[in-house]
């Protein structure tokens, strides 16, 4: 075969190929070497690997841990893997649907301001799904309620704090495929977008997390 590029792209493979033939153990210097049985130069290289154990350097941090033991980092997605889009395409299949998604204001007030549809910036013909608008009475109650709450919320201790936040941070990643598909949708963001989106969110809160129980730490 020949390859097929830019010079800039053929010389790293030319550099490459150099090293990995010319090396001593390579499979072309090996052929040309009588002291080298030929059952050694056809044996599977999977059966040499599995015999020799874990191959992964413990002085590496593996991704979910190289922000050590005090924050688990963000689970990612290899979206460049066809297997792990596959994946991802089936299970953001159940989200398909027209009307999917409704949003309203939870606070205790009663009534809702005007319901809107929400579209796909892709199919302005397509319905994702609804936005009520929060009512000014309800605006009002959920501001009430949110000057109430904090004195009680900073009296919790500050590993029941964190732990909420953490659950949170959980429930995203539990449902991020959903939240894959939202962004899609709703905002007209692509996957690689979507991963970044919940991975942020993720990293926030367990880092808003980790750093209050320091704090208390005084470390």
Same mark, same amino acid.
């Given at each position: *075969?020949?390859?097929?590029?830019?010079?800039?792209?053929?010389?790293?493979?030319?550099?490459?190929? &150099?090293?990995?033939?010319?090396?001593?153990?390579?499979?072309?210097?090996?052929?040309?070497?009588?002291? %080298?049985?030929?059952?050694?130069?056809?044996?599977?290289? &999977?059966?040499?690997?599995?015999?020799?154990?874990?191959?992964?350097?413990?002085?590496?941090?593996?991704?979910?841990?190289?922000?050590?033991?005090?924050?688990?980092?963000?689970?990612?997605?290899?979206?460049?893997?066809?297997?792990? &889009?596959?994946?991802?395409?089936?299970?953001?299949?159940?989200?398909?649907?027209?009307?999917?998604?409704?949003?309203?204001?939870?606070?205790?007030?009663?009534?809702?301001?005007?319901?809107?549809?929400?579209?796909?910036?892709?199919?302005?013909?397509?319905? %994702?799904?609804?936005?009520?608008?929060?009512?000014?009475?309800?605006?009002?109650?959920?501001?009430?309620?949110? %000057?109430?709450?904090?004195?009680?919320?900073?009296?919790?201790?500050?590993?029941?704090?964190?732990?909420? &936040?953490?659950?949170?941070?959980?429930? *995203?990643?539990?449902?991020?495929?959903?939240?894959?598909?939202?962004?899609?949708?709703?905002?007209?963001?692509?996957?690689?977008?979507? %991963?970044?989106?919940?991975?942020?969110?993720?990293?926030?809160?367990?880092?808003?997390?980790?750093?209050?129980?320091?704090?208390?730490?005084?470390?």
């Amino acid at each position: *075969y020949a390859p097929v590029g830019a010079h800039s792209d053929l010389l790293a493979y030319l550099v490459r190929r &150099l090293l990995e033939n010319g090396a001593n153990s390579s499979f072309v210097h090996q052929l040309t070497d009588e002291d %080298v049985e030929p059952e050694d130069i056809a044996r599977d290289p &999977l059966e040499t690997v599995e015999s020799q154990g874990p191959a992964a350097n413990p002085a590496i941090a593996r991704p979910s841990q190289i922000f050590g033991a005090g924050r688990r980092n963000s689970k990612g997605f290899d979206i460049t893997d066809t297997v792990t &889009l596959a994946a991802i395409d089936k299970a953001r299949a159940a989200f398909a649907g027209p009307d999917r998604w409704h949003a309203k204001p939870i606070t205790r007030a009663a009534g809702y301001g005007k319901q809107r549809p929400i579209v796909n910036p892709a199919k302005p013909t397509e319905v %994702v799904g609804t936005v009520s608008e929060a009512a000014a009475k309800q605006v009002a109650t959920a501001v009430r309620f949110a %000057v109430e709450a904090q004195p009680a919320w900073a009296k919790r201790p500050v590993s029941e704090r964190a732990a909420i &936040l953490n659950r949170a941070a959980d429930l *995203y990643e539990a449902n991020a495929v959903e939240f894959f598909a939202l962004a899609t949708r709703e905002a007209g963001k692509s996957l690689a977008d979507g %991963v970044a989106e919940v991975r942020e969110a993720v990293d926030f809160l367990r880092y808003y997390a980790t750093e209050a129980a320091n704090a208390e730490a005084g470390t």
